[in-house]
C-alpha cells in the first residue's frame, strides 16, 4: 500500500504552540508528501490568521468547529483528511527534522495500522518542563508506558504522537468522548478489532508542556481517575500494576508515622527509591537542579494519579448501578 500521511492537530486557545509546531513541520527534511489538517476546536483565541501564514510553505488545511473535545476533534480531522494513514499530534509538540522519514522507514518494513511514539524533552525547555518529563517519561515511574523501550506491555500508543490508517479509523469509528482516556480506550478497542500496535522509537517528539505544578497535579489527577473506568470498560486490561501510585503514596505516609515511632527501615526504603531516581534523573539530563526537580515531579505524580485512581474506584463502586459518564460528568464531552 502507499502511504499517504496526514498529520491531524487539534488546537484549542493555543495559536503561539501552532506556530512554534508549524515551524518545525517547515524544517522537516522528507521525501514523503503529506498534508497537515488543524482543527480548531471552538477556540476564543483564533490561529487561523496563523496558520494562513504558513500556505505558502506547507500543504496545509484549517477547519473550525464548536467545542466537542480533542478526541471529536481528532474524528473530524480525519474525516476531512485526504490521506490513507493519519498522524495525530497535540498542539504544544515540536517535530525532529527526520520524523517523517522515521515513520516511513518503519511502516514500511513492519507495517502496522496504529503506532505510538515517545515525547521527550528539548534542550531549550525549562527546568520544570525537562522534570515533568522525565518523571513522566522514566521507566522507573511509568514503566516505560509512554515510550520506553523497554515497557513492561504491550505498547499503548498516546494521543501526543500517534499513527493510525484510515481502515482502522473507520472500523473502530475513533476516538470516544472521555477525556483523558481517549486514546488509551482506541487503542485497547483496536486490538480487539485485531489491529496491531507498536512503538516506533526513533519517531520521538519534543513535547513542550505549558504547565505548572497545580496544572500538573489537576492532569495527573485526571488520568487517575480515568483509568479505573477504562478498567470497568475493559476488564481484561486490568493490572495490578495501576495501583503502583496509590499503593506508594499510601506506603510513604505508613513509614512517615512509623517514623515516628521509632520504625525506621520502612522510611529508608522510600529514601532509596528518590536516591535512584535522582541518580537515573541526573545522568539522563545532567542538570542537577532539574534531577531535584524531578523528586518533586514524582511525588506530585504519584500523589494526583493515586489519589485521582483511588477515589475513582470508590466512586464507582458506590454507584454500581450508575454510568461513569453519570457519575464523572467532567471527564465526558457532549458532542454539539
Known sequence: MQLQFSFIIPVFNR??????????FTELKTIENYEIVIVEDGSNISSKDLVEGFKEKLNISYFFKENSGPGDSRNYGMKHAKGNYFI???????????????????????????????????????????????????FITTGGIRGNKNSVDRFQPRSFNMGIS??????????????PGEDPDLTIRLWNLGY?????????????????????????????KVRPI????????????YWFPSLFCLGFLAALALFLINIKWVLFIFILYFIIAFILALMSTKNLMVSLLTLLAILVQFLGYGYGFLKSNVMILLNRNKSPETIFPELFFKLK
Request: aromatic share 12%.
Open 15 to 24: 495559536p503561539d504552540e501552532i506556530h512554534e509546531l508549524l515551524q518545525s
Open 88 to 138: 495525530i499530534l497535540d498542539s504544544d509538540c515540536i517535530l525532529p527534522s527526520n520524523y517523517l522519514d522515521e515513520v516511513s522507514k518503519s511502516l514500511k518494513s513492519d507495517y502496522v495500522d496504529c503506532f505510538g511514539g515517545p515525547d521527550t524533552a528539548h534542550e531549550s525547555f525549562t527546568n520544570l518542563q525537562k522534570a515533568i518529563n522525565f518523571s513522566m517519561t522514566s
Open 166 to 179: 484510515k481502515n482502522a479509523f473507520e472500523d473502530s469509528k475513533g476516538f470516544g468522548r472521555i477525556h
Open 196 to 224: 496491531k500496535t507498536k512503538l516506533i522509537p526513533e519517531a520521538y517528539v519534543f513535547h513542550k508542556r505549558r504547565i505548572s505544578w497545580q496544572n500538573f497535579y489537576k492532569q495527573v489527577y485526571k488520568f487517575g
Open 230 to 241: 477504562l478498567n470497568l470498560w475493559h476488564p481484561s486490561t486490568k493490572k495490578i500494576t
